[in-house]
């Protein structure tokens, strides 16, 4: 167990449905990533949040937002799906921002859009 | 970041040792390099990490070449449950980096009874 948890574990929708998915990182850490994995693309990072604040962007849609709380845990939302949405979504977290932290992944939330 | 290149599969046999091999010929001075591993419907799991020396703990060794342009990683034992796969990524630790990982294909390990 990392100590990051996310929910839900499964979540089926329709396409052009919205949805949003929870994450709370370990005790401790103040930074908060979020990755998508799909058969065809592999892991990509897609965003992460330092204490609150947007730190850094990758490969994440204009449909798709983020944040993180006050007491640090974070929501994706993911709006206007389409079938290509369909993947696995992971959150993971660390001490830090930097690339010296080791992160911590939760067992993410496997997302079906149909 | 710099890149990483890694076979894309290798077997090993329950209970001897197993070295995973990555090349980083471009590292950069302020890149540490780290190692992941994803089981089965899992998701990714940190492994170790290390700048110039070698390092141990629970896990695994890492071993890094002495111009830094190689790494290994060593399970001592494998056992069946060490069956993932295996990711060698660089991080660089100077001011402007975020701390994202950028995964590449990575090893897939398959450990033989």
């Known amino acids: 167990d990392s100590g990051v948890t996310q929910t839900p574990k499964h979540l089926i929708t329709a396409t052009g449905q919205r949805v949003t998915l929870r994450c709370s990182p370990r005790s401790g850490d103040l930074s908060v990533y979020w990755y998508q994995q799909s058969l065809d693309q592999g892991l990509q990072f897609l965003i992460q949040?330092?204490?609150?604040?947007?730190?850094a962007k990758g490969n994440i849609l204009e449909r798709f937002s983020a944040q993180q709380f006050p007491d640090l845990h974070s929501e994706l939302n993911l709006s206007s799906l389409e079938l290509g949405d369909s993947a696995l979504y992971f959150c993971?977290?660390?001490?830090f921002g930097g690339g010296a932290y080791e992160q911590y992944f939760g067992p993410g939330t496997r997302l079906t859009v149909t | 970041d710099a890149k990483t290149t890694q076979p894309n599969s290798m077997e090993s046999n329950e209970e001897e040792p197993v070295h995973l091999p990555c090349n980083h010929s471009?590292?950069?001075?302020?890149?540490?390099i780290h190692w992941y591993r994803q089981l089965p419907s899992q998701g990714p799991e940190y492994v170790i990490h290390g700048l110039t020396s070698n390092v141990n703990n629970r896990m695994a060794s890492l071993a890094i070449a002495e111009d830094r342009k190689s790494s290994t990683l060593i399970l001592h034992r494998a056992t069946l449950r060490d069956a993932a796969v295996y990711y060698c990524?660089?991080?660089?630790?100077?001011?402007?980096?975020?701390?994202?990982?950028?995964f590449g294909q990575g090893t897939t390990l398959q450990v033989k009874p």
């Open positions: 990524i660089l991080r660089d630790v100077g001011s402007s980096n975020t701390g994202k990982l950028i």
């Open positions: 949040y330092y204490n609150g604040e947007e730190r």
């Open positions: 993971a977290s660390s001490k």
């Open positions: 471009t590292i950069s001075g302020t890149d540490y």
